[in-house]
C-alpha cells in the first residue's frame, strides 16, 4: 500500500486521493500526511493498538494506512455501536490509543482516558488519549468487529496480506483505474469499505470520495436517498459499494425520477441476498449493478458478478485467490485470505480450520455448471415449520422487499402452521393494501412458504436500534425479542394472514 501510494506520488503528484467535506489531499500530500502521522505514533511507544473512533473522511484514511505501515493493529469502532459494545471492544483488543474526532463523548464514556495530543489532517482535528489497557492485543493489522449477535461484539484479527490480496483482486477483476472516483458511502468502520473501497481504490491510483456519514444521508435511524443521489451525481463518482436496502433506494428513486447517472460504471451490493428482480431492474434503468457476497473472515469479499462475468441471481464467481466447496448439508466453506483467529480475553483464538485449511461460512449454496455460485440462506437462519418443511426466512424476505409497498421484512415461522412476518412500510397504507400485498406474494410462493400472519413494525430496522447489522444483514434474535408479545397476540386466522 505504501510503495503504491508513493508510486502515484511521483507520477501524479497533483491528481486527487481524497476529496472530503471541505478540503482534498493530493497522491503527494497524502504521501506526507501518512509519514507525519507515523512519526507521531512511534511517539507513542509502545502502543500495542490502537482505535479509530472517527467519521468518515480523509484523516480517517490517513489513520489507517499510518498504523497499517508501522504494523500497529487498528481497531475501527463503529459508530452505531451501542456505549457497552464501544467499551467491550476496547478492551477486548487490548486498545491502549485512542484516535477520535469526538473528544468529549469519550471522555464521557471513558472518563480515566489520558489526552496525549491532537493533530489536524484535511482540516478535521484528531485527538488521541492513553487508555490504560495490558499489552496484549494480537498479533494483527486489523482488528475488525461485528455485531450480528445480541451478544458482544467478535473480534476478527486480519492479516495484512489477506487484506491487500482482497484488495489487489477487487482492483483487478473491477478494471479499476486512476481515472475513476470512488464514492465512500459505507461507514469506513465497515471491513468492506475499508478494504473493497478504499484499499482497492489507492493501490488503482483512484479518486476516493470521503465524506462525512451524515452528508452521504446516513441521518441517526434514517436514510436520506435524495443526499446520496446528489453525491453520487455532484462528484461524478463511477464506484460504489452499497447494501441491499441503498440498492432499493437507489433503483426506486431512479425509476421514479428517471434521474440520469452516466458516470457510474461498477455499483458492488452486498452484505445479504439481493432480490434478481432489483438487479435485473436496475441493468434495465442502465445502474451497473452487481452483486457479490464476502464475509470479514475472509477479509470481506469472496465472490463477485462482474460486467465481463456476471449472471443475475447469483453472487458471482470467485476471487482468483478464493476456493470453495459445499459439504453434506449444504453448507459452503471457503479458503484464501482467511483471517488469522478471533480475540478472547487471554489472547487470541485459531479460526477453527479442516484438514485442508477450509473454514465454514454458515452460509447454504451450491455451483452451477458455468462456476457460478448461489446462496439459499443461513445455516443457523433456516426454521422447521410444524408440517416439518425447511424454509429459508431469506428467500421469502427477498419476495416480500421486492414489493413496491415492503422496505424490510423479517419473518419467523420454527415450529409454526403459519409463517409471520414483521414488515417495514415503504410509506403508512391501510391494512387492506398490506394484506393485498402479502396475498400478491404468496401467490408465487409455495404453500410452505407463504406468509400467514404479519404486522407493522414501530420503526425500521437499522444499526442505531440494534435491530440491522452494518452491511445490512437482520439480527433476527433482536428483532424477535423486541416482537415477540405482539406476535403470539396475533390471532390465530386474523385478517393478517391474508390469503394462504
Known amino acids: 500500500m505504501i510503495d503504491a501510494i508513493a508510486a502515484h506520488a511521483l507520477a501524479t503528484p497533483h491528481a486527487i486521493a481524497l476529496q472530503g467535506d471541505t478540503t482534498a489531499l493530493n497522491y503527494a500530500q497524502l504521501q506526507a500526511a501518512i509519514h507525519a502521522q507515523m512519526t507521531q505514533l512511534r511517539a507513542f511507544a509502545p502502543v500495542a493498538s490502537i482505535a479509530l473512533a472517527v467519521d468518515n473522511s480523509p484523516a480517517w484514511v490517513v489513520q489507517d494506512v499510518a498504523a497499517l505501515a508501522l504494523s500497529i493493529p487498528l481497531v475501527p469502532i463503529p459508530a452505531f455501536f451501542s456505549p457497552a459494545q464501544k467499551l467491550h471492544t476496547l478492551r477486548d483488543a487490548g486498545v491502549n490509543v485512542l484516535c477520535t474526532d469526538q473528544a468529549e463523548d469519550w471522555q464521557t464514556l471513558c472518563p480515566s482516558i489520558t489526552p496525549l495530543a491532537t493533530t489536524t489532517i484535511a482540516g478535521k482535528i484528531l485527538y488521541f488519549f492513553q487508555i490504560s489497557a495490558a499489552l496484549t492485543a494480537p498479533n494483527a493489522a486489523k482488528i475488525t468487529y461485528t455485531s450480528g449477535t445480541t451478544g458482544q461484539p467478535k473480534g476478527v484479527c486480519l492479516r495484512v496480506d489477506a487484506m491487500m490480496q482482497v484488495a489487489h483482486a477487487i482492483q483487478q477483476s473491477t478494471e479499476q483505474t486512476a481515472q475513476d472516483r470512488h464514492f465512500c458511502v459505507l461507514p469506513l468502520a465497515t471491513l468492506l469499505e475499508n478494504v473493497a473501497g478504499v484499499y482497492a481504490s489507492l ?35 463511477t464506484t460504489a459499494i452499497l447494501i441491499p436496502e441503498l440498492a432499493q433506494a437507489l433503483v426506486a428513486s431512479v425509476t421514479m425520477q428517471s434521474t440520469p447517472l452516466p458516470a ?13 428482480n432489483l438487479l ?12 457479490g457476497y464476502g464475509l470479514s473472515e475472509s477479509a470481506s469479499v469472496v465472490t463477485l458478478n462482474t460486467p465481463a ?17 459445499v459439504d453434506d448439508a449444504g453448507e459452503l466453506w471457503i479458503k484464501g485470505a482467511l483471517l488469522s483467529g478471533y480475540t478472547y480475553p487471554t489472547g487470541m483464538v485459531l479460526p477453527n480450520l479442516d484438514a485442508e485449511g477450509f473454514v465454514a461460512t454458515g452460509d447454504l449454496g451450491y455451483q452451477d455448471a458455468d462456476g457460478f455460485w448461489y446462496l439459499h440462506g443461513r445455516k443457523k437462519n433456516v426454521f422447521i415449520t410444524s408440517f416439518g418443511r425447511n424454509v429459508s426466512p431469506e428467500w421469502v424476505e427477498s419476495e416480500l422487499t421486492h414489493h413496491a409497498l415492503i422496505a424490510q421484512a423479517c419473518v419467523f415461522g420454527e415450529a409454526q402452521p403459519r409463517n409471520t412476518a414483521v414488515l417495514v412500510l415503504r410509506l403508512p397504507a391501510l391494512d387492506a393494501a398490506v394484506a393485498a400485498a402479502i396475498a400478491e406474494i404468496n401467490h408465487h410462493l409455495p404453500d410452505y412458504a407463504r406468509v400467514g400472519r404479519w404486522l407493522v413494525a414501530t420503526s425500521p430496522f437499522s444499526p442505531l436500534n440494534g435491530q440491522l447489522t452494518a452491511n445490512g444483514r437482520l439480527k433476527r434474535d433482536v428483532i424477535w425479542q423486541h416482537y415477540q408479545p405482539a406476535i403470539e397476540a396475533l390471532p390465530p386466522m386474523a385478517m393478517h394472514e391474508g390469503i394462504v
Open 280 to 291: 435485473r431492474q436496475a441493468h434495465a434503468l442502465g445502474l451497473p449493478l452487481y452483486e
Open 264 to 276: 457510474l460504471r461498477f455499483l458492488a451490493v452486498g452484505g445479504a441476498k439481493v432480490n434478481p
Open 203 to 237: 493501490l488503482a491510483g483512484a479518486e476516493l470520495v470521503v465524506w462525512s456519514c451524515a452528508r452521504v444521508g446516513f441521518l441517526g435511524s434514517r436514510f436520506d436517498i435524495h443526499s446520496f443521489i446528489t453525491g453520487l451525481a455532484t462528484t461524478k463518482a
Open 309 to 325: 462475468h456476471h449472471r443475475i441471481g447469483s453472487i458471482g464467481k470467485p476471487l482468483p485467490h478464493i476456493q470453495i466447496r
